[in-house]
C-alpha cells in the first residue's frame, strides 16, 4: 500500500536533511547494504533503500527513527480489528461500517466519507485486512 503523497513529500524532506542521505545514489547510506552508524550515541544500522520508492510506501520506517510511525497499530488495536474483519463477512451492519471507516481514515489518512455503498465498503475492508497483514509480518 502506498502512503499518501503529503506523507511522501514530508518523508522525503527529512531524508533529503539528513546526513547520512546520499544524494547521488537516493538511498539511506550505502546503495542496497546500508551500513553502521552512531546516532544520538546510538549504533545503528541504515537500510540502504532507495528512498524515492521507500518513502511511498505506507508502512516502511526510517532506520534512525526520523519519520513519525503513525501507521502503527498496537496489539489491542490489531486483535480489535481482525474481530470486526472477522464479523464482516458476508453483512455489514451500520455500527461496523461506521468502525469500518473510523479505522481505514485513523490507519489509512484516507479522508473517506461514511458510504454505505457495497464496492465502497469492499475496498475499505480490503484495505483493512492489508492493515493486518503487514502487522502480522512485523
Not at 9 to 34: L, N, Q
Not at 63 to 81: A, F, H, N, R, T
Request: glycine share 4%; proline share 3%; charged share 30%.
Amino acid at each position: 500500500m502506498f502512503a499518501p503523497s503529503k506523507i511522501t513529500a514530508e518523508r522525503r524532506s527529512i531524508c533529503d536533511k539528513c546526513k547520512y542521505f546520499k544524494k547521488k545514489s537516493k538511498t539511506c547510506g550505502t546503495p542496497i547494504v546500508g551500513n553502521k552508524v552512531t546516532y544520538r550515541k546510538k549504533e545503528y544500522k541504515l537500510c540502504g533503500c532507495f528512498m524515492d520508492i521507500k518513502a511511498r510506501l505506507l508502512y516502511s520506517r526510517c532506520p534512525l527513527g526520523k519519520w513519525q510511525d503513525e501507521y502503527k497499530i498496537s496489539e489491542v488495536e490489531y486483535k480489535e480489528l481482525k474481530e470486526l474483519l472477522s464479523n464482516a463477512v458476508n453483512e455489514v451492519s451500520r455500527e461496523e461500517n461506521t468502525k469500518l471507516h473510523y479505522l481505514h481514515n485513523k490507519y489509512l489518512k484516507s479522508g473517506v466519507q461514511g458510504s454505505r455503498c457495497i464496492p465502497c465498503v469492499l475496498q475499505i475492508i480490503n484495505d483493512l485486512h492489508k492493515v493486518v497483514e503487514q502487522y502480522e509480518q512485523e
